[in-house]
């Protein structure tokens, strides 16, 4: 028992009970970053360089070209919240490595900022169709066309073949 105790006092001396929050995760972090002072058209420029390498990864996993792009995309919807762009990357990023609450969540944050816009249907209808919910899909593809998209090649592609996998050839020749 006296053993025990002495193991027990080590660790302690060790290993404060300070780092106990550490452990758990509930650090905070108290540097303030002020976002006035960093150039949006760097970042941006940057950012997009980091995007577009990150939509080359067919694999899935998470690499520097995502993670750098998801940062600067980040920083970029703090100093300038109401860009659409914004999170539709982040969205589409996190897509990519298959983090599709997250994706979800930017695709309806980005629709919240502007729902007049047809990007954030298209790019939704676009997840929806890779997850194979094809009813959603036409949904978000739908109000895609209404609010814009009505002459895009993708979406009216997509619709097509929506309307042929589940069998409706009268809507089907009305595109």
Do not use: W
């Not at 998801?70 to 990357?89: A, C, G």
């Not at 599709?100 to 939704?124: H, Q, T, V």
Request: proline share 4%; aromatic share 14%; glycine share 6%.
């Amino acid at each position: 028992m006296a053993r025990l105790i002495k193991f027990l006092v080590l660790i302690l001396c060790f290993f404060p009970i300070a780092s106990y929050g550490a452990l758990r995760g509930n650090v905070e972090y108290t540097i303030p970053i002020e976002y006035k002072n960093l150039s949006e058209s760097e970042l941006e420029a940057k950012a997009e360089i980091f995007y577009n390498k990150a939509l080359q990864t067919k694999n899935g996993k998470i690499n520097d070209d995502i993670s750098q792009s998801l940062v600067l995309y980040t920083v970029l919807e703090n100093k300038n919240p109401q860009n659409i762009i914004y999170p539709l990357r982040v969205g589409r990023l996190y897509q990519i490595i298959g983090k599709d609450r997250y994706a979800k969540g930017n695709f309806y944050r980005a629709m919240g900022i502007s729902p007049s816009r047809p990007e954030p249907y298209f790019y939704l209808g676009e997840y929806y169709y890779s997850k194979q919910l094809y009813r959603r899909a036409l949904k978000m593809y739908k109000r895609a066309s209404e609010h814009g998209y009505s002459k895009h090649h993708q979406t009216n592609l997509r619709l097509k073949q929506i309307y042929l996998m589940l069998g409706d050839t009268k809507e089907y020749s009305k595109i």
